[in-house]
């Protein structure tokens, strides 16, 4: 199939790569020139403009998946429908909120263009284990695309169509609301072993244990032993944790259903203090966390 992949960042690139192994064809596209010239040398063909690609899918509808910024989705939402044809497809794979989703669904289709939505799990380990979709839109037209969710999947991801335009979003919500309040009680735990009663305790020593045989034994708590033995102190982490925004939407969606979340509200808590200058051992496992799944920047205590 051919596919343009706009948003080149850690996740879009690997995605890229992903597409052109398995085949497909590949256009990228991203606002910053540098990140063009980086995909391009990792053999990405690229365009310069939105123009291009519509002239490069010829007469055919074109497939725009999206890897950007929720923020940055509605202004790039608007620039697409002015110049993609009728029965193009616009795919948002990033963590843009569910509502506003449901939104671009019904403003895409003014403009005879279908709009999918795609909860894409996996981070930068993705590109060599597969990535987990969760899947929203018209199910036809999910069931076109399907070539492309499983060439992302392979060889140990999933896809799955889960209902109507933002149910994907909706449960990438859901998961990355989880992902907060796991990350937190990681992080609480291997706080308590640092400042307990044991001094100077193999921390990383305690994360391998726990990942031979432990009911606790799961990919977060993998990458906490990685962070450990490379930096048993966590020296130079400063512990500022971003908040992000999906356990934010979660936490509204849950008042407006009654659904009490008070572990995943702590957990938000903690990263908001944390953005304040509220640091500990736990917000550097988090910062450290961030960084191992998702490439995300640490700041530098």
Same mark, same amino acid.
């Given at each position: 199939?051919?596919?343009?992949? !706009?948003?080149?960042?850690? @996740?879009?690139?690997?995605?890229?790569?992903?597409?052109?192994?398995?085949?497909?064809?590949?256009?990228?596209?991203?606002?910053?020139?540098?990140?063009?010239?980086? =995909?391009?040398?990792?053999?990405?063909?690229?365009?310069?403009?939105?123009?291009?690609?519509?002239?490069?899918?010829? =007469?055919?509808?074109?497939?725009?998946?999206?890897?950007?910024? #929720?923020?940055? !989705?509605?202004?790039?939402?608007?620039?697409?429908?002015?110049?993609?044809?009728?029965?193009?497809?616009?795919?948002?794979?990033?963590? &843009?909120?569910?509502?506003?989703?449901?939104?671009? =669904?019904?403003?895409?289709?003014?403009?005879? /263009?279908?709009?999918?939505?795609?909860?894409?799990?996996?981070?930068?380990?993705?590109?060599?284990?597969g990535f987990s979709l969760m899947i929203g839109g018209n199910a036809d037209i999910v069931k076109t695309l399907e070539p492309l969710f499983l060439s992302l999947a392979r060889p140990h991801g999933a896809y799955q169509h889960f209902g109507p335009s933002g149910a994907g979003h909706y449960i990438k919500m859901a998961h990355n609301?989880?992902?907060?309040? @796991?990350?937190? %009680?990681? #992080?609480?735990?291997?706080?308590?072993?640092?400042?307990?009663?044991?001094?100077?305790?193999?921390? =990383?020593?305690?994360?391998?244990?726990?990942?031979?045989?432990?009911?606790?034994? &799961?990919?977060?708590?993998?990458?906490?032993?990685?962070?450990?033995?490379?930096?048993?102190?966590?020296?130079? /982490?400063?512990?500022? /944790?971003?908040?992000?925004?999906?356990?934010?939407?979660?936490?509204?969606?849950?008042?407006?259903?009654?659904?009490? @979340?008070?572990?995943?509200? %702590?957990?938000?808590? !903690?990263?908001?203090? &944390?953005?304040?200058?509220?640091?500990?051992?736990?917000?550097?496992?988090?910062?450290?966390?961030?960084?191992?799944?998702?490439?995300?920047?640490?700041?530098?205590?």
């Amino acid at each position: 199939m051919k596919i343009a992949l !706009v948003g080149l960042g850690k @996740m879009g690139s690997q995605m890229a790569v992903r597409f052109i192994k398995h085949k497909h064809e590949v256009i990228g596209f991203d606002a910053e020139q540098s990140i063009l010239q980086v =995909a391009e040398q990792a053999g990405v063909h690229t365009a310069h403009s939105r123009d291009e690609i519509v002239t490069w899918f010829g =007469a055919e509808p074109a497939i725009v998946w999206l890897m950007i910024p #929720a923020g940055v !989705v509605p202004a790039e939402l608007d620039k697409w429908l002015k110049v993609l044809p009728e029965g193009s497809v616009i795919i948002d794979g990033g963590n &843009s909120d569910f509502r506003q989703t449901i939104g671009h =669904a019904e403003r895409a289709q003014l403009h005879s /263009v279908h709009f999918v939505d795609v909860g894409t799990s996996g981070g930068i380990m993705g590109l060599e284990n597969g990535f987990s979709l969760m899947i929203g839109g018209n199910a036809d037209i999910v069931k076109t695309l399907e070539p492309l969710f499983l060439s992302l999947a392979r060889p140990h991801g999933a896809y799955q169509h889960f209902g109507p335009s933002g149910a994907g979003h909706y449960i990438k919500m859901a998961h990355n609301a989880i992902e907060y309040g @796991m990350m937190e %009680s990681l #992080a609480e735990g291997y706080h308590l072993l640092h400042d307990g009663p044991f001094k100077d305790l193999d921390l =990383a020593g305690v994360a391998q244990i726990w990942q031979h045989g432990s009911v606790i034994d &799961s990919k977060l708590n993998s990458l906490v032993a990685v962070a450990l033995h490379e930096n048993p102190k966590l020296n130079g /982490v400063d512990g500022y /944790v971003a908040e992000s925004g999906e356990a934010r939407w979660a936490l509204e969606v849950a008042k407006d259903q009654n659904v009490p @979340m008070p572990a995943i509200q %702590s957990a938000l808590d !903690v990263r908001v203090a &944390s953005e304040g200058g509220t640091t500990n051992f736990a917000t550097k496992i988090l910062a450290e966390l961030r960084n191992k799944f998702g490439g995300h920047t640490i700041n530098k205590g």
